[in-house]
């Protein structure tokens, strides 16, 4: 029971340590919000977008293009 604990908490901890603050032009997220639920973080008018992103949310932007910047690349370290 231990060693199942020990693990969980390892694999949540790689989970969430694994998370970035993306910055998405406001008009790319347009086309990819139709398509993807993405975790909004903050929203600048009509300039841009910045999500709390995993590994898998920057694979989906590198798929389809779409330019982005990386804010913050550790967010739990960073807070």
């Known amino acids: 029971m231990k060693r199942f604990f020990i693990v969980t908490v390892l694999f949540i901890v790689s989970i969430v340590s694994c998370q970035s603050l993306v910055r998405i032009g406001q008009s790319n997220f347009k086309f990819m919000k139709l398509r993807y639920n993405f975790d909004i ?12 992103a995993d590994k898998n949310d920057i694979d989906i932007l590198n798929y389809w293009v779409i330019p982005y910047q990386i804010i913050i690349e550790d967010l739990p370290e960073y807070y």
């Open 41 to 52: 973080a903050y929203v600048r008018g009509k300039a841009y977008i910045e999500i709390v």
